[in-house]
């Protein structure tokens, strides 16, 4: 059955049919010899995107991507049982980050420089979050998936940095841009004091920690949310797996909260699988 999700492998490129040549039997052939029965893929919907894997085809294979069906590809892994997830990712999208402008402005009111392939998106951009959800949308109406991975759902940084012996209160927090400020005012009630010698990221980290951090939180909520109402709308049985920040309150403290915006005990009910990245 398609519903069991035990073993699910991620698939960030499609060098197994371009480069390696595999057709989709001997893909999947490969898949069922390791026990896999989710795999987490791309599509033209959702396409691939470089990051540290590179996802995109290079320009002088496309044509062999240009025999790739997806809609094949889809129905022999259903065939063998096993489920097809859309590969959604929500914050690294610069494409999209360019149109909206929706770089985000840490608590020194510094913007975002890129990290080698890494940057990501100021959350509370709504055009931006419409655009990310829209082809979510659209590739659930064409191949009515059993669900979505959503990656990059989360507040900004390069997480894999956070080292032993990492200050949590000297890392770059986001987003604290005008858009942020307005929006935590709208949800909290609090008034952020505007003064040239006051920096309003530094003030809200001092004087409504909390609140903020419970507003970050409330912003991933929300857009999680928003996937799960589109993808349960084509598909009512359709899962949402979650990219999860691994760090825990025993070894972490708050800072999974503080800085990425992710409560697992808020997000439980609207997320089937948390995936957490504890590869690092």
């Not at 069991?4 to 490129?13: A, E, M, N």
């Not at 979505?148 to 890392?171: H, K, N, Q, S």
Request: charged share 30%; with cysteine; proline share 5%.
């Amino acid at each position: 059955m398609r519903d069991t999700f035990r073993f699910g492998l991620k698939v960030p490129d499609s060098d197994w049919f371009w480069k390696y040549n595999l057709n989709y039997e001997e893909a999947i052939e490969k898949l069922k010899y390791m026990g896999v029965d989710f795999v987490m893929c791309h599509n033209h919907h959702l396409p691939g995107i470089d990051t540290a894997v590179p996802g995109e085809v290079p320009k002088e294979m496309q044509y062999k991507m240009d025999a790739f069906d997806e809609m094949a590809f889809r129905n022999a892994l259903w065939e063998a049982d096993i489920a097809y997830i859309g590969q959604a990712g929500f914050g690294f999208d610069e494409k999209l980050m360019e149109q909206f402008g929706n770089y985000p402005v840490n608590q020194h009111g510094k913007r975002m420089e890129k990290t080698d392939w890494y940057i990501g998106a100021c959350p509370t951009c709504d055009e931006y979050v419409d655009a990310r959800v829209d082809m979510v949308e659209e590739a659930m109406k064409e191949f009515d998936m059993d669900g979505i991975f959503v990656g990059f759902m989360r507040y900004p940084g390069f997480w894999e940095l956070w080292l032993p012996g990492t200050d949590g209160e000297a890392w770059s927090e986001y987003c604290f841009c005008e858009r942020c400020l307005e929006k935590f005012e709208q949800f909290s009630g609090i008034h952020v004091p505007v003064s040239e010698e006051l920096v309003p990221g530094l003030w809200i980290r001092t004087h409504a920690r909390e609140k903020w951090t419970e507003f970050k939180c409330q912003v991933i909520y929300e857009i999680v949310s928003k996937y799960r109402t589109v993808v349960k709308k084509y598909n009512p049985d359709g899962k949402i797996i979650l990219n999860t920040v691994p760090f825990d309150i025993g070894h972490f403290g708050n800072y999974g909260k503080r800085i990425w915006g992710q409560d697992p005990e808020l997000l439980k009910d609207i997320v089937d699988v948390f995936e957490v990245m504890g590869y690092h």
